[in-house]
């Protein structure tokens, strides 16, 4: 209908009105008025091109945004390269850097976690280095190891992981998430990410880790320097009941971040995909949906 037609409208209405009152009793039209307010069904200004939030507890779908769209994620995959080492145990075996993280990192302009060839540390310190600074040498250094010296080996662990959490749209060809040997070999959705993310955050070993903000790691004599590794994600730290979880970018991928939240009983778990360039934009868009899921809850 046009504007046009809201004059007419109105005095059809106003009449209405002045039947109604006319028969009324006195006393309902003494009543107070209460203004409804119209549910919001969607949280606003979230730039995510590819987005789910849900009930970390349930896996209930609270809201969703194209979330089964196949589309690489970046460094969420460390994700994966974390639970498939966990799953496999022996967490204070010693591993050794390998000289191969040094063509990796630079070939792809990698961030890493500052570690060097020859430095060793347990398979548990590694997970720090991988998930708090999103370390790609600790990637290549934990793949190494876990596939017995073969990284495809690794990543066949990953996919097979992949299976039986029944990510059906989900595929990895890299264990760090960078783009090898295309920009898009590595892919998931907004949905398969969310049950990797709850299956991921049901092991204590990565949930402390990944609520963390900051990490310090004391020299060891003879097998690596200090360390002091600080989080990619936006919201540890800054967000009231943030825990987690994981960051991603490429310039295919765009900013990406996993996140959950808890909010008194309430713990909601997200996923952002291609917002925008910066990290920032995709915390700023995990807000706006937490905020509206818990205003929910």
């Known amino acids: 209908m046009g504007l046009s037609g809201w004059p ?33 069904s969607a949280p606003s200004g979230v730039r995510a091109a590819y987005a ?16 089964n769209k196949e589309v690489p994620m970046g460094s969420i995959t460390k994700v994966m390269t974390a639970y498939v080492v966990i ?11 390998p000289s191969g993280i040094t063509a990796y990192d630079k070939k792809y302009g990698a961030s890493t976690a500052g570690l060097k060839p020859g430095e060793k540390l347990t398979a548990h310190k590694l997970l720090y280095a991988l998930l708090i600074p999103s370390g790609c040498d ?3 250094t934990l ?13 066949d662990m990953m996919n097979a992981a992949a299976r039986r959490l029944g990510l ?56 690596h320097p200090a360390f002091t590794w600080t989080t990619t994600n936006p919201l540890l730290g800054h967000y009231r009941g943030a825990i987690g979880i994981k ?6 991928a765009g900013a990406c971040l996993l ?4 909010r008194g009983k309430v713990t909601l778990i997200g996923i952002v995909l291609h917002s925008g360039d910066e990290l920032s934009q995709a915390g700023n868009d995990a807000v706006a949906m937490l905020n509206w899921g818990f205003s929910r809850a």
Do not use: C
């Open 247 to 252: 960051t991603g970018y490429t310039s295919a």
């Open 143 to 155: 793949a190494y190891s876990y596939g017995s010296g073969h990284l495809p080996r690794f990543i």
């Open 8 to 40: 007419a409208a109105a005095g059809v209405t106003a009449g209405l009105l002045a039947a109604v009152l006319a028969v009324a009793p006195a006393s309902a039209a003494s009543a107070p008025v209460v203004a409804v307010r119209p549910a919001v």
């Open 138 to 140: 600790a990637a290549y």
């Open 87 to 97: 799953e496999a145990g022996d967490l204070d075996r010693m591993i050794t850097v």
């Open 259 to 262: 996140f959950e939240a808890t």
């Open 168 to 223: 059906t749209k989900t595929r990895f060809t890299d264990f760090s998430g960078l783009p090898d040997p295309t920009e898009t070999s590595t892919y998931s959705d907004a949905r398969d990410l969310l049950t990797l993310g709850r299956a991921a955050m049901k092991s204590p070993v990565f949930k402390a880790i990944v609520r963390l903000a900051s990490y310090h790691l004391a020299a060891a004599s003879g097998q």
């Open 52 to 67: 789910e939030l849900e009930n970390a507890a349930t896996g209930a779908d609270m809201w969703s945004l194209t979330s």
